[in-house]
């Protein structure tokens, strides 16, 4: 790989010893080099490749805190519901899955209730009574099923509901048909087998999510990975040189990689430091606001409802485990009351192994927090990894929360100045997009107390997501040393007025100093 001068730019470099920079050098895949221009043509020598930005401004590439790879990949490829009626939805469906055969599962995802207030398994059974269909709400904790698919995992008018989760029911005791946080399904188990357990699937699904991150500068990816032969598809895109994103990869409760057997699955999918690392061990504690099931102290504005908590003895448990094992883990919640009942269980197991502290435990999400648990969540050294995404809706906040309560939601202002560590990412396809532009357009433009600005949210999304995979000696930043992982960009986002930061785009994305995507040729660099 040949050095290279980047000249005539504007750098943002998040180097505190060196804020600004207009010039940069890359050798052998890291930063050699960041500073004036003299200097750097003098380091990079007379043979360098030279790269004029012509006053463009350069930024650490982004680090997405929270993505499902394979699962973007297959969301791209069903039918999008948003937007939709129950009517509307049955066309689509009718077009879409004409010649499916019988018995086929029919998927389709993102439909929500401000479109889709009552929907009811009938509407579906009238249009595919052969098949099971598995409609999936827009937060992902929620889906909409018709009878066959009811069936399909055991739910009938007068039998049990799971032991996990809620099956509403109308006031005669028929299943509507939605479903809500059931966990792990045979439905759910036999979709993931076929996106996952076929290559073919598998690297498809891969393949778009890839071309999606280049697009929007996003260098590293922090994936729900929660099915081992990914690894294996990584491994070989990292073999074959076509791997332009670098992955941490997590693992679903106590299982992947928490055994020697399992962690030698990884070393076989092509663990290393750079490019493919194991990540924490996630656990779903709580639901969404969305569909009632985060877990809050005081009931929904529109529901009698307080949502579903994880028994009190679960996060115990398992931080116990964790603690033991020293394995990071990362915990969804996005209720104030579910983050009081961890915060309560990590005190207690703090108490017993006081280098727990040292594993960078972490709460995804944390869409409401109590005022009095901040500096909790200080004091105990847990991470956030927030997804300003969710800013997207706050209509449907205000009338989910309460106006009281959707304005100290998202409490990214309160946790920065608290000094907890924030990093910012995107649940894509939890969330509509992963663009970090717009993510930071959103955090820096939002009304109320807790907005925060550009460079804040620049920060969290490069050196906040780096140190919550503990790579922050490696990216997050431009300094010497560091991989030569970043993004070129119309427009210095950190120094124009943030109404005009959602005009910006990436013009070219760099990983290891090989350029993956330039906006001109509206793909991956030759």
């Known amino acids: 790989m040949p050095t290279t001068l980047w000249k005539n730019g504007r750098f943002v470099t998040l180097d505190p010893s060196l804020p600004r920079a207009e010039a940069l050098v890359v050798k ?6 960041v500073g004036e221009p003299r200097e750097a043509a003098d380091r990079a020598g007379p043979g360098a490749e030279l790269r004029d930005l012509g006053g463009r401004a350069v930024v650490p590439g982004f680090d997405d805190n929270h993505v499902h790879a394979v699962i973007l990949g297959d969301h791209s490829l069903a039918p999008d519901l948003g937007g939709l009626d129950d009517r509307r939805i049955v066309e689509l469906l009718r077009e879409r899955f004409a010649d ?122 922090q994936d729900n990975t929660w099915f081992y032969p990914e690894l294996f598809s990584l491994a070989a895109l990292r073999r074959r040189g076509e791997l332009t994103a670098r992955f941490s990869t997590w693992s679903l409760g106590r299982r992947a990689w928490s055994t020697p057997a399992m962690r030698a699955v990884g070393a076989l999918g092509g663990f290393d430091r750079e490019w493919v690392r194991p990540g924490p061990v996630k656990y779903f504690l709580d639901g969404a606001f969305s569909t009632r099931t985060a877990c809050l102290c005081e009931p929904y504005a529109d529901d009698p409802g307080d949502g579903l908590c994880a028994d009190p003895s679960a ?62 969540l200080r004091e105990a050294r847990i991470l956030v990894s927030a997804q300003p995404s969710a800013l997207g809706s706050p209509e449907k906040d205000d009338r989910l929360l309460g106006p009281e309560r959707a304005r100290r939601a998202y409490p990214y202002r309160s946790l920065l ?30 009304s109320g107390p807790e907005r925060i600005s550009a460079l804040e949210a620049l920060r969290c999304y490069t050196a906040g997501s780096a140190f919550a995979e503990f790579m922050e000696d490696d990216k997050g930043a431009l300094r010497a040393g560091m991989l030569a992982d970043f993004v070129v960009l119309s427009q210095d986002i950190t120094g124009i007025a943030p109404e005009l930061i959602k005009d910006t785009v990436v013009e070219e994305t760099v990983v290891g100093g090989t350029s993956v995507y330039r906006r001109a040729a509206e793909g991956p660099a030759s």
């Open 28 to 33: 052998d895949g890291r930063i050699a080099y």
């Open 417 to 446: 100045d608290a000094g907890v560590p924030l990093s910012f990412g995107s649940d894509i396809p939890g969330e509509a997009t992963c663009d970090p532009l717009w993510h930071i357009h959103m955090a820096a433009n939002r």
């Open 315 to 376: 996060p115990f448990a398992e931080l116990e485990f964790l603690a033991r094992a020293r394995l990071q883990g990362a915990f969804h919640i996005i209720g104030d009351r579910g983050i009081a009942i961890f915060l309560d269980a990590y005190e207690r197991v703090r108490a017993r192994h006081p280098k727990i502290d040292e594993l960078r435990i972490r709460i995804e999400h944390a869409q409401l927090v109590r005022a009095e648990d901040i500096p909790r």
């Open 100 to 221: 499916a055969p019988p018995g086929r599962i029919l998927m389709a995802y993102n439909w929500d209730y401000p479109a889709c207030p009552e929907p009811r398994k009938e509407v579906l059974d009238e249009a595919f009574p052969r098949n099971p269909v598995v409609l999936s709400q827009f937060s992902g904790h929620a889906q909409w099923l018709n009878s066959s698919a009811l069936r399909a995992i055991g739910i009938r008018r007068g039998g049990p509901d799971p032991r996990r989760g809620q099956v509403l029911r109308d006031s005669d005791g028929e299943p509507t048909g939605i479903v809500r946080d059931l966990g792990d399904t045979a439905l759910s188990r036999a979709r993931f087998r076929s996106i996952f357990f076929d290559a073919a699937m598998r690297d498809q699904r891969l393949a778009i999510a890839l071309e999606t991150f280049r697009r929007y500068g996003i260098t590293s990816v």
